[in-house]
């Protein structure tokens, strides 16, 4: 039986495949990214767990237009399949091959270089800035994970965020993780 992942080889494909295939396609990923992962290695949990996070904002934005940057960039994998390098998991994180972040000179579709946590919102709101100085109106959206939210430099930027009021959205990824549990009294309240 052809699978549906087969479908996808570059940005956009997502959105040919039927509301009722999601779910299907969500597990073949998933298969997809144990099969792979399991001989290169590389950050699985944190994949597993943003699959139909993903699936969602490539049904919602339009690349390379619209700007998606990933705040934890190991959670970046299944932007990676969907925006065309599928073909290249056999390299993920070996010399010369897929890099396990977003990279820029991968692909147009990744905005943003990141690495480590608390940059995404103010990497997007850089991003929402030169946007509106040019005029354009595509949109731009910050995923950051709850442990990256403890972050200073994340707090810095949602207070500039919510000073400039210009269309932008921030993506809070909850599930009450980071390296390890998350500390500190803002894990207490989220």
């Known amino acids: 039986m052809p699978k549906l992942l087969d479908n996808i080889n570059q940005a956009n494909d997502i959105k040919k495949i039927k509301e009722q295939d ?8 998933r ?15 944190s994949n597993l767990g943003v699959v139909e996070l993903t ?20 959670q970046a994998y299944i932007h990676k399949l969907l925006t065309g390098r599928k073909n290249l998991f056999s390299t993920l994180r070996q010399m010369d091959g897929l890099s396990g972040f977003p990279k820029r000179e991968e692909s147009c579709c990744d905005s943003f270089d990141t690495g480590h946590s608390s940059t995404a919102i103010s ?25 990256a939210l403890t972050g200073g430099m994340a707090f810095e930027a949602i207070n500039n965020a919510g000073r400039l009021k ?12 980071s390296i390890s549990e998350n500390v500190g ?4 309240y989220l």
């Open 123 to 147: 990497a997007a709101l850089g991003l929402v800035k030169a946007r509106d100085l040019s005029g354009e109106n595509h949109k731009v959206v910050a995923v950051l994970g709850d442990g």
């Open 22 to 29: 999601y779910n299907k396609l969500a597990e073949e990923i």
């Open 55 to 74: 699936m969602a904002l490539h049904l919602f934005l339009g690349f390379p237009q619209d700007k998606l940057v990933w705040d934890v960039g190991h």
């Open 185 to 188: 009294g803002l894990a207490n």
């Open 31 to 45: 298969n997809f990214l144990i099969q792979n992962i399991s001989k290169t290695g590389g950050h699985l949990a």
């Open 166 to 177: 210009t269309n932008f959205i921030i993506v809070l990824n909850d599930n009450n993780m």
